[in-house]
């Protein structure tokens, strides 16, 4: 019998419930895609296996929860249920679910006249509703389970804290921020609520809420949470009104967004014992995955380094610094043997005016420059081709810095600081660096940080907000750190290969050194602590 048409009843999935020691909400997947967050979800699932079980919305809208259903990586468990309480009273839940496996299963709550994302989870008018949604139809579905307060509920972001404290009655919550966006739903918890949210009905934001209730609140990075309590960005910009809560938070950091192969870990010994015969493994490994990238981009790249700069078209990843960056360097040096990919997914409403400045590099440098829109079948191809990631972050809680044995070239900020320990940093990187590694420390990558300007909180707010980054005095000191140390990060491959094959096995050995089993122990144990402080 094939996995699409194994019946599970939903007395197998109370029988799943039972054996978890927590719940896990979040607000998008594997099958209900976004941002980096999807990467960590399905780490969990495979991580922690059937220690938890994940609940989510289902976003039926979704082109990736349509194939899911057909393919039968989701199935419908034939056992709706009504909401009964004053939120959404009334409103028909279908429950979906993952066939049974050796990873976590993920139950999707499907609310009728709710969850209507497009393209992602969050691309919906009725988002600050849905949560109050969801938060009742969790708690409705973990008492028809049989959930008991040994087992805790485990919630991230804004998105879970309506939930999280309709539950804390009954389980002890853990809210961990993957960013400090928030959501005000007075209005919300007034119209549509009933009598389930009162706290939600004053001045009180979703996260200012949730980090005061929370059993335990933590960030997914220690260099993120030091960022909250110190980097302008943070503290002047997007989480001022959090300042007197983030002593709350304690960082338990997540491990790798992909697991490194066995080939990568027997490139990582090969290379600490000859570091040649290790570098000839990487360039044969880097030209056959040429040779198999599609003839536009495979005849342009010819035997040039290559950059990778992926990720959502959004503020937060700057891709203007790294376009403005390398027109600078090219047209400084016309000869310089640099190639830059842009595998672009679309990111936040308004961005088409960054794409714009991407398009203008590709036609003054249609031989340097390759851009794409949308996923493309060939992304872990180029990866293996590449020589280096270029993640430009305007914050970066956390990041896929690592993505196998591809160098990373970051700026010095939050969860992309304490992850990279850079190569002979300079200026603000130096103390950056120096927080989080010690000198004998393997370097992983390469990283950047531009001086502080007189108008730097402003420079960042804009930059935040704007359609496009602003051409003022912070970007250009940005833009010109990111020339710099791509200046630097081509002579390296060129002319130190000892120095690259010494940065592909600190950024192999940094991923090796992390583990989500010790990230889950952190989360247990704080657990542990909570349960003596607040007893059910």
């Given at each position: 019998?094939?996995?699409?048409?194994?019946?599970?009843?939903?007395?197998?999935?109370?029988?799943?419930?039972?054996?978890?020691?927590?719940?896990?909400?979040?607000?998008?997947?594997?099958?209900?895609?976004?941002?980096?967050?999807?990467?960590?979800?399905?780490?969990?699932?495979?991580?922690?296996?059937?220690?938890?079980?994940m609940i989510a919305p289902w976003q039926s809208r979704m082109p990736a929860a349509r194939a899911a259903l057909?393919?039968?990586?989701?199935?419908?468990?034939?056992?709706?249920?009504?909401?009964?309480?004053?939120?959404?009273?009334?409103?028909?839940?279908?429950?979906?679910?993952?066939?049974?496996?050796?990873?976590?299963?993920?139950?999707?709550?499907?609310?009728?006249?709710?969850?209507?994302?497009?393209?992602?989870?969050?691309?919906?008018?009725?988002?600050?509703?849905?949560?109050?949604?969801?938060?009742?139809?969790?708690?409705?579905?973990?008492?028809?389970?049989?959930?008991?307060?040994?087992?805790?509920?485990?919630?991230?972001?804004?998105?879970?804290?309506?939930?999280?404290?309709?539950?804390?009655?009954?389980?002890?919550?853990?809210?961990?921020?993957?960013?400090?966006?928030?959501?005000?739903?007075?209005?919300?918890?007034?119209?549509?609520?009933?009598?389930?949210?009162?706290?939600?009905?004053?001045?009180?934001?979703?996260?200012?809420?949730?980090?005061?209730?929370?059993?335990?609140?933590?960030?997914?990075?220690?260099?993120?949470?030091?960022?909250?309590?110190?980097?302008?960005?943070?503290?002047?910009?997007?989480?001022?009104?959090?300042?007197?809560?983030?002593?709350?938070?304690?960082?338990?950091?997540?491990?790798?967004?992909?697991?490194?192969?066995?080939?990568?870990?027997?490139?990582?010994?090969?290379?600490?014992?000859?570091?040649?015969?290790?570098?000839?493994?990487?360039?044969?490994?880097?030209?056959?995955?040429?040779?198999?990238?599609?003839?536009?981009?495979?005849?342009?790249?010819?035997?040039?380094?290559?950059?990778?700069?992926?990720?959502?078209?959004?503020?937060?990843?700057?891709?203007?610094?790294?376009?403005?960056?390398?027109?600078?360097?090219?047209?400084?040096?016309?000869?310089?043997?640099?190639?830059?990919?842009?595998?672009?997914?679309?990111?936040?409403?308004?961005?088409?005016?960054?794409?714009?400045?991407?398009?203008?590099?590709?036609?003054?440098?249609?031989?340097?420059?390759?851009?794409?829109?949308?996923?493309?079948?060939?992304?872990?191809?180029?990866?293996?081709?590449?020589?280096?990631?270029?993640?430009?972050?305007?914050?970066?809680?956390?990041?896929?810095?690592?993505?196998?044995?591809?160098?990373?070239?970051?700026?010095?900020?939050?969860?992309?600081?304490?992850?990279?320990?850079?190569?002979?940093?300079?200026?603000?990187?130096?103390?950056?660096?120096?927080?989080?590694?010690?000198?004998?420390?393997?370097?992983?990558?390469?990283?950047?940080?531009?001086?502080?300007?007189?108008?730097?909180?402003?420079?960042?707010?804009?930059?935040?907000?704007?359609?496009?980054?602003?051409?003022?005095?912070?970007?250009?000191?940005?833009?010109?750190?990111?020339?710099?140390?791509?200046?630097?990060?081509?002579?390296?491959?060129?002319?130190?290969p000892e120095v690259y094959a010494r940065l592909v096995q600190g950024a192999l050995r940094a991923q090796m050194?992390?583990?989500?089993?010790?990230?889950?122990?952190?989360?247990?144990?704080?657990?542990?602590?909570?349960?003596?402080?607040?007893?059910?």
């Amino acid at each position: 019998m094939d996995r699409a048409s194994r019946p599970v009843s939903f007395q197998d999935l109370q029988k799943l419930a039972h054996r978890c020691q927590f719940y896990l909400l979040r607000w998008e997947t594997e099958f209900t895609p976004c941002t980096g967050i999807t990467a960590v979800t399905r780490q969990e699932r495979r991580f922690f296996g059937h220690q938890g079980m994940m609940i989510a919305p289902w976003q039926s809208r979704m082109p990736a929860a349509r194939a899911a259903l057909d393919q039968g990586r989701v199935v419908d468990m034939k056992s709706p249920f009504r909401i009964a309480g004053p939120c959404a009273h009334g409103a028909r839940v279908q429950v979906l679910m993952t066939p049974p496996g050796e990873v976590m299963p993920i139950v999707y709550l499907d609310v009728e006249r709710a969850f209507q994302g497009l393209p992602t989870p969050y691309d919906t008018p009725g988002l600050a509703r849905d949560t109050l949604v969801f938060g009742a139809a969790v708690a409705e579905f973990l008492s028809k389970v049989g959930a008991t307060g040994r087992q805790f509920v485990w919630g991230a972001d804004w998105q879970m804290v309506p939930a999280l404290t309709r539950l804390r009655t009954r389980h002890h919550t853990v809210l961990t921020l993957h960013n400090e966006f928030d959501a005000w739903l007075a209005r919300e918890a007034s119209d549509f609520g009933g009598d389930l949210y009162p706290l939600f009905r004053g001045q009180e934001t979703a996260l200012r809420i949730g980090l005061k209730l929370a059993d335990v609140a933590t960030t997914v990075n220690r260099g993120y949470a030091r960022g909250l309590r110190t980097e302008p960005i943070h503290t002047q910009v997007m989480a001022h009104h959090l300042q007197d809560l983030v002593g709350r938070i304690v960082p338990v950091e997540n491990a790798n967004f992909l697991s490194l192969s066995p080939e990568h870990k027997e490139l990582e010994a090969l290379l600490a014992r000859d570091p040649s015969s290790g570098l000839k493994v990487i360039e044969d490994t880097q030209r056959q995955a040429r040779a198999a990238l599609p003839e536009v981009i495979r005849t342009r790249i010819g035997d040039r380094v290559l950059i990778v700069a992926m990720g959502r078209l959004a503020a937060q990843k700057l891709h203007d610094v790294i376009s403005e960056g390398v027109r600078i360097l090219l047209r400084q040096h016309r000869d310089l043997p640099l190639f830059v990919a842009f595998p672009i997914v679309s990111g936040e409403a308004g961005d088409r005016s960054r794409l714009e400045r991407i398009h203008y590099l590709v036609h003054e440098f249609p031989d340097r420059v390759y851009c794409t829109e949308g996923r493309i079948d060939h992304y872990d191809t180029l990866m293996r081709a590449a020589d280096y990631n270029a993640m430009t972050s305007l914050y970066e809680p956390h990041g896929g810095a690592f993505e196998g044995s591809v160098v990373p070239i970051v700026r010095l900020i939050d969860g992309l600081a304490r992850q990279v320990n850079a190569l002979e940093p300079t200026g603000r990187g130096v103390p950056l660096n120096a927080i989080w590694h010690d000198p004998w420390e393997l370097p992983s990558g390469l990283g950047f940080r531009e001086p502080t300007t007189l108008t730097e909180v402003d420079d960042l707010r804009a930059l935040l907000t704007g359609s496009f980054a602003p051409d003022n005095p912070t970007f250009r000191a940005m833009v010109s750190a990111f020339a710099e140390v791509l200046a630097t990060a081509v002579s390296i491959r060129r002319d130190r290969p000892e120095v690259y094959a010494r940065l592909v096995q600190g950024a192999l050995r940094a991923q090796m050194e992390r583990d989500w089993l010790v990230q889950l122990g952190g989360i247990l144990a704080l657990v542990e602590e909570a349960r003596l402080r607040r007893p059910l």
